[in-house]
């Protein structure tokens, strides 16, 4: 529904039409899924071309496994190959079971036989493209977040570690196989697409430009279909650049590549430390779960560059832009290390060079043009240091409707308690307000993000009675309590 939310917010008239007909976007909802059904959007061209590359990527790993089974040399990476294989069915079938275990076996069946019969990518991108919602409710999600999440699973289980593998198998066979340098190639493009796909289709869309609007809205309005092939060529350039590294540090020791992997991220941590930035801005989230949501999130950043990641929420846009740095040097110090060893002659010392020399100027001049044609006003988010705990201070502060302000509660309370007494009076001052007013974004949900201490005494009597044992639960009785309007006290 993005074009059509564009289409709204472009137009002062159609969003004034909005507030005074209720019809008129359940209409436009209408609307838009049958023009979606029929039209060639360009949402539709990015879902189809990522299920045609998930499905080209499975089939060339498939048809490498056989041919590296049938080598004594490189039959060890055959037998890790068809783990990764596994091992992504695994998640992708566990992942269908959660997101479907609330409908009928029937449909549970039918949905993990997608999977098994590596259809599941077309399927999903069928459903995304016509429009599908969660209509019956039971779904854990809805058929978008499905599909960034079968991706996930994909690019971290699958693409990412079959071409470290693959690269290695290449780097070290007597006979450069065209064959397998395609199926290097198609792994490290499925990665970058679905990356880039992800973090476009999050910055495009009106309604993250309308709760977000100091990180998302980086495309231009023009010009997009460039803008998107240049953020596809960058992830690829930086996943085809760590595959690379990675491998050559394996290939001279093991324990080279374990070792820089080590100090990477515990320089990353101490980095967080260092800036008191080390709490996860997710609520209710621990001290250990905050670390290990760290670990994995750059890990995810290092090997697929997705922008999803670039920001104060994540990883801190200029590490995020030394991180990616780190990678292109990584590249030169491991072809450094290859060439000075004399047991190693696998690949020309002078065709090493030339190829880390060629990717890191393909990716730096890529990256260059994407940062000449991002907004303006979010050029920031290509190198600020901003903490987390700034952003929140900056969300609650700069916002001038009532509905981002609110987004407050979206972070972990350790990022806005500098300022928590502003943030207690503001949502004080104002209950009472929203409680007449009921305004479209005071649901249930957002009144069970606010901790107790926030709400007025007297309104928050009135939510607990409403509920059951004493304590505020997922209920329309919440607001229907809050709409016979209990006295607000200060």
């Known amino acids: 529904m993005h074009d059509r939310d564009t289409w709204i917010l472009k137009s002062p008239a159609l969003q004034l039409l909005e507030s005074e007909n209720h019809f008129f976007r359940p209409l436009m909802d209408t609307v838009a899924k049958h023009l979606m059904s029929v039209c060639d959007l360009g949402m539709k061209r990015r879902l189809y071309s990522g299920a045609a590359l998930s499905v080209f990527d499975l089939v060339s790993d498939i048809f490498m496994i056989v041919r590296y089974l049938g080598s004594a040399e490189t039959r060890g990476v055959a037998h890790a190959s068809i783990a990764c294989v596994a091992l992504n069915l695994l998640t992708q079938l566990l992942g ?6 609330k409908r009928s076996w029937r449909r549970i069946a039918r949905e993990l ?8 990518p077309g399927v999903d991108a069928a459903r995304v493209a016509a429009g599908n919602e969660n209509t019956d409710g039971l779904a854990a999600m809805d058929p978008l977040v499905e599909l960034a999440l079968m991706k996930i699973f994909e690019m971290c289980f699958e693409s990412l570690p079959a071409a470290i593998l693959q690269t290695r198998a290449f780097i070290i066979s007597e006979e450069a196989s065209k064959a397998a340098l395609a199926s290097i190639i198609i792994s490290c493009c499925t990665t970058g697409f679905a990356a880039a796909t992800m973090w476009f289709d999050w910055d495009v869309s009106p309604e993250k430009r309308k709760e977000n609007p100091l990180l998302a809205g980086q495309t231009p309005d023009t010009g997009r279909g460039f803008f998107f092939f240049l953020l596809v060529l960058s992830g690829t350039l930086q996943v085809v650049a760590k595959s690379f590294s990675s491998a050559l540090f394996f290939i001279v020791n093991p324990s080279y590549f374990l070792g820089y992997m080590a100090a990477d991220h515990v320089v990353y941590q101490l980095y967080r430390v260092a800036r008191r930035d080390h709490q996860n801005y997710y609520p209710g989230t621990s001290l250990t779960m905050s670390v290990g949501m760290h670990v994995l999130t750059k890990m995810v950043a290092d090997y697929t560059s997705c922008w999803l990641l670039r920001s104060p929420l994540m ?3 200029a590490y995020f832009l030394f991180n990616q740095v780190l ?11 290859y060439t000075n060893d004399a047991s190693l002659n696998h690949v020309a010392a002078g065709t090493l060079w030339a190829s880390a020399g060629s990717l890191f100027a393909a990716w730096a001049a890529s990256y260059l043009v994407l940062f000449g044609l991002v907004t303006p006003k979010h050029r920031g988010t290509f190198y600020n240091a901003e903490t987390c705990s700034a952003y929140a201070r900056k969300v609650f502060f700069g916002s001038a409707s009532d509905e981002l302000k609110m987004t407050i509660f979206d972070f972990h309370h350790a990022k806005y308690a500098s300022f928590k007494e502003d943030v207690k009076d503001y949502t004080r001052a104002n209950w009472a307000r929203w409680k007449d007013e009921q305004p479209a974004w005071f649901t249930v949900e957002v009144v069970e993000k606010v901790p107790d201490e926030y709400i007025p005494v007297g309104d928050l009597a009135a939510l ?3 509920a059951t044992g004493g304590k505020r639960r997922r209920s329309v009785s919440v607001v229907e309590s809050m709409r ?7």
């Open 484 to 490: 016979r309007g209990s006295a607000s006290e200060p």
């Open 96 to 101: 269908v079971w959660f997101v479907n275990r």
């Open 113 to 120: 036989l997608y999977v098994l019969t590596f259809i599941k």
């Open 327 to 337: 990678t292109h040097a990584s590249v030169f110090v491991s072809v450094l290390l």
């Open 315 to 317: 990883i801190p846009p």
């Open 464 to 466: 607990n009675s409403a």
